[in-house]
Nanobody
């Protein structure tokens, strides 16, 4: 079993920045997904267990950065140049099969954190 706890969501104006954190109980490849109101959950970014490989959805490439601090068992999502369409609940995900399995999610999810971007 893997426990994932997200934090860092909130309300920000368009063009602003937020950083999400996900504390994990195991060191697996990790990803972030998001789900807007009335929309399906979509892949955002992933990082391998060591932090040496990353993978992004086209919609966030160049604006979001995923990273990890394995000493703290924490994965981060730095979100810059936020747009109203980035508004969603963001979920942390752990995938024992590795980064190559993304954008398919692994079996473990956090509780989600709300990000709201106002125009």
């Amino acid at each position: 079993q893997v426990q994932l706890v997200e934090s860092g969501g909130g309300l920000v104006q368009a063009g602003g920045s937020l950083r999400l954190s996900c504390a994990a109980s195991r060191r697996y490849a990790m990803g972030w997904f998001r789900q807007g109101t009335g929309k399906e959950r979509e892949f955002v970014a992933a990082i391998n267990w060591s932090g040496g490989r990353t993978y992004y959805a086209d919609s966030v490439k160049g604006r979001f950065t995923i990273s990890r601090d394995n000493a703290k068992n924490t994965v981060y999502l730095q979100m810059n140049s936020l747009k109203p369409e980035d508004t969603a609940v963001y979920y942390c995900n752990a995938n024992p099969l590795g980064i190559s399995d993304y954008p398919s999610p692994g079996d473990y999810w956090g509780q989600g954190t709300q990000v709201t971007v106002s125009s």
